[in-house]
Each structure stands twice: as C-alpha cells, then as structure tokens.
Nanobody
C-alpha cells in the first residue's frame, strides 16, 4: 500500500481542516487505517483509526469530539475532518495502514506510512 496525504495548511484557532489520504494497492479496503501526528520536539502520537469497513473508529482523548475519521473504499481514500482546531494541534499529520489486525494506537502496529502533511493552527 502506498499512501499520499494532503489537505494540511494554516488555519486560525477554532477553524477546520479536512485531511485526505489517497491509497494505492489492492489491500486498502481490508486495511485498518490510522492518522498520527508529530509536533516539533515530540514523539509521534496516535490521533484516530478506522476499521476496514468504516463501521468502527477509535480516537485519542485529545481529539475526541473534535475530529472525525472516515473512509471511502470506492475511492481508496481515508479522511480526517478536524474541527475546533487548537494551537496544540499543530503538527505534521501522517496517515498509516495496518496490514492485518484490528484498530490500534501504537505506531509500531502500522506497516505503511504516507509522507505527512503540515497542519499549523495559529492563536
């Protein structure tokens, strides 16, 4: 699976952005997909994950109620809708695919990674 993330940018606090991750490869529709982020000087952290049919989701506490992950298997794309953005959401956001297994929050559980897209939230 090859992944290409897009949709990042500069937004004011309280604003919204939608990230997209386009995937190539025949196994996308059967892969758990996740979003992670990494701020300068910090470790990469889990943001959200979605099951292969999209029926189950899992969020980090820090984004619960503000972010929503979804997928469109017909388009081989996973999305991250980010609302009520805060300056602490500033980071490079990465999409990832898990070759097998269920929803997971550890980066070591994911096998394929996109290149990242920068999200900057100004106060």
């Amino acid at each position: 699976v090859q992944l290409q993330a897009s949709g990042g940018g500069l937004v004011q606090a309280g604003g919204s952005l939608r990230l997209s991750c386009a995937a190539s490869g025949r196994t996308f529709s059967t892969s758990v997909m996740g979003w992670f982020r990494q701020a300068p000087g910090k470790e990469r952290e889990f943001v959200a994950a979605v099951s292969w049919r999209g029926g189950s989701t899992y969020y980090a506490d820090s984004v619960k109620g503000r972010f929503a992950i979804s997928r469109d298997n017909a388009k081989n794309t996973v999305y991250l809708q980010m609302n009520s953005l805060k300056p602490e959401d500033t980071a490079v956001y990465y999409c990832a695919a898990r070759g097998s297994g269920w929803l997971a929050s550890s980066s070591s559980d994911y096998d394929y990674w996109g290149q990242g897209t920068q999200v900057t939230v100004s106060s």
